[in-house]
């Protein structure tokens, strides 16, 4: 069986990266994060485990602060890559296909 891991990715490079999701929350990250539609595959996954490791409330609340600064969500884990490359994205969030 294959295991594939949602992991926090930074654009290569970057200066003082992010370590935490609560990282992602710092101005300097505003409009500049990503994450993959977690609707589906792994993102929903990702979003499903945190919930349980967080609990409910604190997975809205972190989500909805993620949201307030600027949190894309994107179509697939390879447009999160594919922004990071470009320098569209300073961080994101993604499986590693």
């Known amino acids: 069986m294959a295991v594939r891991m949602h992991t926090l990715r930074y654009r290569k490079g970057l200066n003082n990266p992010p370590r935490t999701l609560g990282d992602l929350l710092q101005p300097r990250f505003r409009n500049r994060v990503a994450i993959s539609d977690p609707q589906f595959g792994t993102g929903a996954d990702w ?29 697939g884990n390879s447009v999160v890559a594919d922004g990071l490359d470009k320098g569209d994205l300073l961080a994101g969030l993604a499986d590693g296909d």
Request: charge should be positive; hydrophobic fraction near 60%.
């Open 47 to 75: 979003l499903a485990v945190l919930g349980v490791r967080l609990g409910a409330a604190n997975t809205l609340k972190l989500m909805g602060a993620l949201k307030a600064n600027g949190l894309k969500v994107l179509p």
